[in-house]
């Protein structure tokens, strides 16, 4: 697809006709189907890429993982891989009923922020400046999936979460301890898979090996820069002024904290700087 119908679609998934859309791609599911759902940019790329590998065995370029894990729409052919003939399935939309079983991977609004706003101006969807951005990002327009706070409440507090059938797991908590986080989703669906296993899943996948991949099948945003991004942990305390954070705070600074992330500490030292991860979705 060209640079010209990605724009396009991109401003289309903004209107009402999205919604007949996503009923279209909304089927096709089976009880033992498990999606990955998160806001865009919260780290469901490397996700993705590391269960692609535990699951399979082998480690996969993009095109291949976006088979074994599909977007919404694109799972009629998806291999299962999970028990009772489950497939994984990546979605980007807020909850909807017809999810039955879902991981749910949220990052910091304020790094989101940043990664969304590169990701976009690399593809010439946002015009602006980084300032105007924001105020887009907090108000819910600068995508078709609504505000960062609204995605949060809407699987948070989804029937799937009451139910006991919602994972909610912080990009932060992946990247901090990687292979106890993957041992817990895998528990969760009810796969069992050995430690070294998960180990040498995240070797195969480092930074410098995601960018490897990336040169040898190139995304969208790689013709204006990069689709793996180096993601770092409160990465935002040296991006974003005291007003951007004050504004975001403002309005995600419930669902922030609902999730452990500290508000109001505008100038604090990060608590877990560490060395960057992949940060990347489509």
Known sequence: MSVTLHQLSHKISKTPVRIPVQWLRHRGFTQSDVFLGSYPRSGSTW?????????????????????????????????????????????????????????????????????????????????????????????????????????????????????????????????????????????????????????RAIDNNSLEKMREKEKRNPQRASREGRFVRSGLVEGWRGKLSEEQIQMIERYAGEALSRLGYSCGEMTATPSSPGAPVVSASA
Request: proline residues 3%; charged residues 25%; aromatic residues 12%.
């Open 47 to 199: 996700l993705r890429f590391l269960l692609s590998e535990i699951l399979t065995g082998q480690s996969p370029e993009f095109s291949r993982t976006n088979q074994l894990i599909p977007d919404v729409g694109k799972h009629s052919g998806a291999v299962a891989l999970l028990p009772k003939n489950g497939r994984l399935i990546k979605t980007h939309e807020s909850y909807r009923p017809e999810y039955k079983k879902a991981v749910y991977l949220v990052r910091d609004a304020r790094d989101v922020v940043s990664s969304e706003y590169a990701y976009q101006t690399s593809l010439g969807w946002f015009k602006g400046g980084f300032d105007d951005y924001v105020k887009c990002f907090v108000r819910g327009t600068v995508d078709g999936y609504g505000s960062w706070q609204d995605h949060v409440s809407s699987w948070v507090n989804s029937p799937l979460a009451r139910g006991g059938n919602l994972l909610v797991l912080r990009f932060e908590d992946l990247r901090r301890d990687t292979v106890e986080t993957l041992s817990e989703i895998c528990d969760f669906m009810a796969v069992e898979i050995e430690r070294d296993v998960i180990k």
